[in-house]
């Protein structure tokens, strides 16, 4: 079974992840998958694959070689929350010729808009119909690993010990959270999930979320003179003290920003939610200290203090901790430029699994899938990328039992 047939399987099963729910894990169809993927494990010969009660699957394979060292492979299972990721029907473009992709619903995915396009001439690529997710995060990821496995296997090609899971809610951010590390005793490890095959990432943002809740009082507006407190202009009030060129919309590289990713409330009640990020560690809690210090002044500015800030810390850059174990930088490096791919390095502008594995032991930087524009109705995946990916990872086991 080819990588394409592998990963057509994968998009056809609805593994959405649900923030608000109280099961582990949060939707229990992801576990559809994960038996799924136990089945052909074991189907390959790997007869110690297993999925624990909290949803993760593991598998362990051996050197071949008497190797002592160990390297994971990690890819999540589940999809994102923003659009749909069931009822998936997969479009099948070879040999793709540069041009607008027309899809049945008369959405365009052009290469003047999505410039990773216009590397993908003459390669097999496959989008979704224009009405959900396809599901390429991270089911490119999971394509990529099994089919690196069936290879190795196969071909009885030169190997470490290898380790392999496919997680759970990495979406919702807890795809480290019942992470078995007793089990995944490795040297270092990859997340397979970024997005370009030539990047090897391991720089991420620092991350924290800050609610703003926010008291009004409302009165009859014909008897409200020096009365009412309306606090959806407090919120609006708050967000102004903030700058305005700080914000997804206005920023790129290491530049840190502020997103408003949500308010609700009326004239009584408001709440915001906000997501910080920055990849300086310093610039990071300055962009924190500064939402505290907006509460505080307009706590003194109105009597009635009706500003509460409250900051959660998510997740640190993982870059400091990765240095440390350069070979996990090298290795896949000297791998990309046997395949002809010159190897970049580029900051993560989102967080990974990858940086609370790091915190927690394993050493793990990031790898590419050849999937694009994710968590949207335009994203595809690139087959012919994702098999170059697959002789990379080969090629980077092989190096590392030299």
């Not at 109280?22 to 790997?46: A, H, R, Y």
């Not at 999971?142 to 090609?157: F, G, H, R, S």
């Not at 019942?178 to 391991?202: L, M, P, Q, R, S």
């Not at 560690?281 to 003194?300: G, P």
Request: proline share 4%.
């Amino acid at each position: 079974m080819k990588i394409l047939e592998k990963f057509i399987n994968y998009v056809k099963f609805d593994t959405q992840s649900e923030e608000n729910s109280t099961t582990q894990p949060s939707t229990l169809k992801q576990k559809d998958l994960g038996n799924f993927l136990v089945n052909e494990l074991k189907s390959m010969g790997i007869t110690n694959a297993f999925m624990d009660n909290d949803g993760y699957v593991y598998a362990n394979i051996p050197s071949n070689v008497g190797s002592p060292k160990s390297i994971g492979l990690i890819a999540h299972m589940d999809t994102a929350t923003e659009v749909t990721g069931a009822n998936v029907k997969p479009m099948i473009i070879d040999n793709y010729n540069g041009q607008d992709i027309i899809l049945p619903n008369n959405l365009i995915l052009s290469p003047n808009q999505y410039e990773t396009l216009n590397k993908a001439i003459n390669h097999t690529l496959v989008t979704t119909d224009g009405t959900t997710l396809l599901g390429g995060d991270d089911k490119a990821g999971i394509a990529i690993i099994m089919e690196t496995i069936e290879q190795i296997l196969t071909n009885n090609y030169p190997h470490p010990n290898i380790y392999i899971a496919f997680t759970p809610d990495e979406e919702i951010g807890e795809g480290a959270t019942y992470f078995n590390y007793d089990y995944f005793k490795v040297d270092f490890a990859y997340t397979i999930d970024g997005a370009e095959i030539d990047t090897i990432a391991y720089e991420n943002f620092n991350a924290a979320s800050a609610t703003v809740e926010i008291t009004g009082y409302n009165i009859h507006p014909g008897d409200a003179k020096n009365k009412m407190i309306n606090s959806s202009l407090l919120a609006m009030e708050f967000n102004n003290y903030l700058p305005s060129s700080a914000t997804p919309a206005n920023t790129e590289l290491y530049e840190g920003f502020y997103h408003l990713n949500e308010i609700s409330g009326d004239v009584s009640n408001t709440k915001m939610h906000y997501l910080i990020r920055n990849h300086d560690a310093i610039e990071f809690e300055n962009q924190k200290q500064l939402m505290k210090s907006i509460e505080e002044f307009m706590n003194k500015k109105y009597p009635s203090k009706p500003i509460k800030v409250t900051i959660t810390d998510s997740y640190q850059n993982m870059a400091s901790l990765v240095l440390t174990k350069p070979e996990s930088l090298e290795l896949p490096k000297k791998a990309m430029k046997m395949e002809n791919i010159e190897a970049h390095s580029t900051p993560i502008r989102g967080g990974t699994d990858g940086a609370r594995l790091t915190y927690e032991g394993i050493i793990c930087p990031n790898l590419g899938t050849g999937s694009y524009n994710h968590h949207g109705v335009l994203e595809y995946a690139d087959i012919t990328e994702m098999e170059q990916m697959v002789k990379v990872i080969i090629k980077m086991f092989e190096i590392s039992v030299k």
